[in-house]
């Protein structure tokens, strides 16, 4: 019995401290969380994902959750970084409704200081749309956002996308085009390099396949056409036989 309560003397307990989380500058840097760990070091370099609704103080906010990175260590109070931005899916499933169309689009865009950045974009029209018209709206919106990315770095163009600020513009432009809906920045992420490279390829991968099968439908298109167009001269010049026999008779 002695031994045993010797060898239970000897475990060190480990004290544990609370460690106050706190959002990005461009939130306010406000209290939202705590950690209770051994070191205040473990924490860093994981992510945490909350409401926006909670850092706004606004119910608009109530679809979308915001990704912060644990980043930066000050005292036993831990800064932290937006990564990430994304609208819940229920909220996109109620957008779109039936004889609407809607516009998906992901690919890879640079900041101005040479961040990659995942985005995924949605447009919502009020009436069904051919392709046609639907690849002109997303390229607009494209072009928008593109615009926007390089001015700043991302904690800027989050602000702006937070703001509304971005998709209301885009709204206005792309209304003028089509009547739509909803335009919408649906998510976005800051991603590595070879993560980059690798969705560009995929994403390059999948433009040619579009682009194949377009050509195949349009060529299918112009052989209908042209089948439609033997037809309807054959029936006219049936016609015309039939009207010189009848003449004749």
């Given at each position: 019995?002695?031994?045993?309560?010797?060898?239970?003397?000897?475990?060190?307990?480990?004290?544990?401290?609370?460690c106050k989380?706190?959002?990005?500058?461009?939130?306010?840097?406000?209290?939202?969380?705590?950690?209770?760990?051994?070191?205040?070091?473990?924490?860093?370099?994981?992510?945490?994902?909350?409401?926006?609704?909670?850092?706004?103080?606004?119910?608009?906010?109530?679809?979308?959750?915001?990704?912060?990175?644990?980043?930066?260590?000050?005292?036993?109070?831990?800064?932290?970084?937006?990564?990430?931005?994304?609208?819940?899916?229920?909220?996109?499933?109620?957008?779109?409704?039936?004889?609407?169309?809607?516009?998906?689009?992901?690919?890879?865009?640079?900041?101005?200081?040479?961040?990659?950045?995942?985005?995924?974009?949605?447009?919502?029209?009020?009436?069904?749309?051919?392709?046609?018209?639907?690849?002109?709206?997303?390229?607009?919106?494209?072009?928008?956002?593109?615009?926007?990315?390089?001015?700043?770095?991302?904690?800027?163009?989050?602000?702006?996308?937070?703001?509304?600020?971005?998709?209301?513009?885009?709204?206005?432009?792309?209304?003028?085009?089509?009547?739509?809906?909803?335009?919408?920045i649906r998510?976005?992420?800051?991603?590595?390099?070879?993560?980059?490279?690798?969705?560009?390829?995929?994403?390059?991968?999948?433009?040619?396949?579009?682009?194949?099968?377009?050509?195949?439908?349009?060529?299918?298109?112009?052989?209908?056409?042209?089948?439609?167009?033997?037809?309807s001269e054959?029936?006219?010049?049936?016609?015309?036989?039939?009207?010189?026999?009848?003449?004749?008779?």
């Amino acid at each position: 019995m002695a031994k045993k309560d010797l060898k239970k003397s000897k475990i060190k307990i480990k004290k544990k401290i609370w460690c106050k989380i706190v959002a990005p500058k461009s939130f306010g840097s406000k209290e939202i969380g705590e950690s209770y760990v051994t070191k205040a070091e473990d924490t860093l370099n994981r992510n945490m994902t909350i409401s926006l609704r909670e850092l706004t103080c606004s119910m608009r906010d109530q679809n979308v959750k915001v990704k912060l990175l644990l980043s930066e260590l000050d005292g036993q109070q831990i800064k932290t970084k937006t990564v990430g931005y994304g609208v819940v899916a229920n909220f996109v499933k109620k957008l779109v409704r039936k004889r609407t169309s809607r516009l998906d689009d992901v690919y890879i865009l640079r900041t101005k200081d040479g961040q990659a950045v995942q985005l995924k974009t949605l447009i919502v029209t009020y009436n069904r749309i051919n392709r046609s018209m639907g690849l002109v709206l997303r390229s607009k919106l494209k072009a928008m956002i593109t615009e926007e990315l390089v001015k700043g770095n991302f904690d800027e163009f989050v602000s702006k996308v937070v703001g509304i600020k971005i998709q209301s513009a885009a709204k206005r432009a792309i209304n003028k085009m089509y009547p739509v809906k909803e335009v919408l920045i649906r998510g976005m992420e800051l991603v590595d390099e070879k993560k980059a490279e690798r969705l560009e390829k995929k994403s390059a991968n999948q433009i040619g396949e579009v682009k194949e099968r377009r050509k195949i439908e349009e060529f299918k298109d112009e052989m209908t056409a042209q089948k439609s167009e033997e037809t309807s001269e054959e029936d006219s010049s049936d016609s015309e036989e039939t009207g010189e026999k009848e003449n004749q008779e």
